[in-house]
């Protein structure tokens, strides 16, 4: 602490004046500047301690402009409430209940019974509100009281969390349709090829035949499509360790899925050399639904190509591209949706489960990929899947996997 | 709203603003349980709705006695008269809204054969706009909003050609299947209450703007 601003300067003052007024009433000059050093010495003394501390802190009520500060910037709406009036709404509050609300009854912001009756009471609780601000709003509102007039409401969107459980109870729902549909056409053409037999031709029973048999082979399909999507859902978390050159696996896939009929209408455009870490039958089952959608989806006699490249980050990017009629932007954000078809009445007739891209998206998220879905109303579709390029490892194989790494360098300089 | 001098006044106002957002909002949970227990045949939710009524009621003459004691008491002017005014009058019509889904209600055991009865699935699309009505024109009430009290008004051609194309249907189902006639008919009633709540909410939309602006909206959007 500086000296001189703890100096008892009016005291000396004081003192100085006193014993000029001495002198001049003809007192002993001893005995006054005697009084006077032992004044201010006893000044100097009592201002070097340190001030007193007050005796009491008095207590300061909370005011509503603090409790503003403090919750304006918090990310979850919040809301202080004085005997039922908001009093103050941080700024998430205001853009979700509106501006209005401030100085408003806390009902006129929450007209939800539900909420009503949790402010009606003076305690502290929650309410389940639906319907805040849109039909479909699911929020928790958390009211704590503070004192007797003030309150703090803290509202907590539920929505999502509604929206998952929902997802849930759909998939079954959807699952056991789906399964449901040939199941319906493969009872009904057996009961009538048995209940009937005598009075069939036989080119009508063998029509009959060949659609048991199709609805048949999508049952299966849809059941193989099911429990792959299960498996890769189950090994969501434990990263693949195979080492694998993509090119292979992605030639060998895209081989397989056009078949022999429709192999002519494939080109590929493989970089070779790119090595990743997957899971030789996921990865080849993401090309094959890549594909076989392409192929089907895509106008008849028109290529499709498949592009294997490296993407300036580290990564190994695939494109399948088809030339078909697209598809319409409102439909891209869904269509890794289970059972999600943007028209199903073709879909189904080409055999489609519904669940191919969705299997591809958890394939490719297991493998810490990326899936890109573009598409051009009336050009085509362009699918790019991004897969992480393994790093060199201290594995002997590292040394086989150099040569070609170098003529993907000179394929793409 | 500018404060007042006397703050009891702002502080009436406060509260009689509460006690109609308060009446709405049971009006519109009203609407949708009573459509809900009508679509799934649930009696003992349509008994609960009919049951919560009297709130709605009871809430009504709140209204209606804090606002003859406010006229009686500070003689507002302008837009505080115009104010309390809205109010009494939305107060009424909100308790008719009720009124009306509190019938929708006690017809929900009225319904016979409704597994196999198509045109309840015309209803709840119906309902929902009417309810939506119902929720934006309170949001407008709250936020003394003229430009979204419009907005409603305009939703209302939207149930008017609902509730025509829902006759249209119950008629020619009822010349089909005259068995089903006196259930039929019962939904006519439905989508009648459910048309007659848009008008309302109409009219308070129409008050909405008053309160707020001090006219009615122009002709073109009623």
């Known amino acids: ?413 | 709203m500018a404060d007042h001098t006397v703050k009891a006044f702002d502080e009436d106002i406060t509260r009689l603003r509460g006690l109609i957002a308060e009446m709405g909002g049971l009006a519109e949970v009203a609407i949708q349980e009573a459509l809900d227990a009508m679509v799934r045949g649930d009696e003992e939710l349509g008994d609960q709705v009919v049951a919560r009524d009297a709130k709605i009621d009871a809430l009504e003459s709140e209204v209606d006695r804090l606002a003859v004691r406010i006229i009686a008491l500070r003689a507002p002017m302008a837009d505080d008269l115009r104010e309390v005014i809205a109010a009494l009058k939305i107060g009424g019509v909100v308790e008719r809204i009720g009124d009306y889904s509190k019938n929708i209600a006690k017809r929900v055991g009225m319904i016979e054969g409704r597994d196999r009865f198509e045109p309840l699935t015309l209803l709840p699309a119906m309902g929902e706009i009417a309810s939506e009505m119902v929720h934006d024109v309170l949001t407008a009430y709250a936020a003394r909003d003229p430009s979204l009290a419009r907005e409603v008004i305009a939703t209302d051609a939207k149930v008017d050609a609902f509730y025509n194309s829902i006759f249209r249907n119950l008629v020619s189902h009822m010349v089909e299947n005259p068995a089903t006639i006196s259930s039929a008919a019962q939904l006519l009633f439905v989508a009648r209450n459910l048309e007659r709540i848009g008008d309302h909410a109409t009219n308070v939309a129409e008050m909405v703007h008053f309160a707020a602006t001090g006219t009615y909206p122009p002709e073109e959007d009623r």
Not at chain 1, 144 to 160: G, H, K, P, Y
Not at chain 1, 339 to 345: A, K, L, V
Not at chain 1, 370 to 388: A, C, M, Q
């Open chain 1, 1 to 413: 602490m500086d000296f001189r601003h703890s100096l008892p300067i009016a005291g000396i003052v004081l003192a100085n004046i006193t014993i000029a007024a001495l002198i001049i009433l003809d007192v002993d000059p001893i005995i006054a500047i005697s009084v006077l050093i032992v004044w201010v010495g006893s000044l100097l003394l009592a201002s070097g301690k340190p001030p007193e501390p007050p005796a009491i802190i008095v207590e300061q009520p909370i005011s509503i402009d603090s409790m503003r500060k403090l919750v304006e910037n918090s990310s979850t709406p919040m809301l202080v409430t004085e005997r039922n009036t908001i009093a103050a709404a941080n700024r998430n509050a205001r853009k979700m209940l509106g501006q209005h609300i401030i100085g408003q009854d806390a009902r006129v912001a929450f007209r939800q019974p539900e909420a009503i009756s949790l402010f009606a009471t003076d305690s502290n609780g929650t309410a389940i509100v639906r319907g805040l601000v849109r039909r479909q709003d699911i929020w928790r509102v958390n009211r704590q009281s503070i004192d007797d007039d003030l309150a703090v409401i803290e509202l907590i969107n539920q929505t999502a969390e509604a929206d998952i459980s929902r997802a849930h109870t759909d998939f079954v729902a959807n699952a056991s349709h789906e399964l449901r549909t040939p199941l319906a056409a493969i009872l009904g053409y057996v009961e009538t090829l048995s209940e009937s037999s005598e009075n069939l031709d036989s080119p009508t029973a063998k029509k009959f035949l060949s659609t048991i048999q199709r609805e048949a082979e999508r049952l299966h399909s849809l059941i193989s499509d099911l429990m792959s999507l299960s498996r890769v859902e189950a090994e969501k978390h434990d990263a693949p360790r195979d080492k694998l050159e993509f090119a292979e696996v992605v030639e060998r896939a895209a081989r397989d899925a056009a078949g022999s009929q429709r192999t002519d209408r494939l080109t590929l455009n493989l970089a070779s050399g790119a090595y990743v870490h997957g899971d030789r039958g996921q990865l080849e089952q993401v090309v094959r639904n890549l594909v076989d959608n392409a192929l089907k989806y895509g106008a008849p006699e028109t290529n499709v190509l498949v592009t294997l490249d490296r993407a300036r980050s580290g990564e190994a990017r695939l494109c399948v591209e088809d030339h078909g009629e697209g598809i319409a932007p409102e439909h891209i954000p869904h269509l890794t949706r289970r059972f999600y078809r943007t028209d199903p009445g073709r879909s189904r007739a080409s055999g489609g489960t519904g669940l191919g891209l969705a299997i591809v998206k958890h394939i490719v998220e297991r493998h810490k990929g990326r899936l890109d879905i573009e598409s051009k109303l009336g050009k085509g579709t362009r699918i790019t899947v991004r897969i992480p390029i393994a790093k060199s490892d201290p594995e002997p194989a590292n040394v086989s996997s150099r040569p070609p790494e170098r003529v993907w360098e000179e394929e793409h300089p």
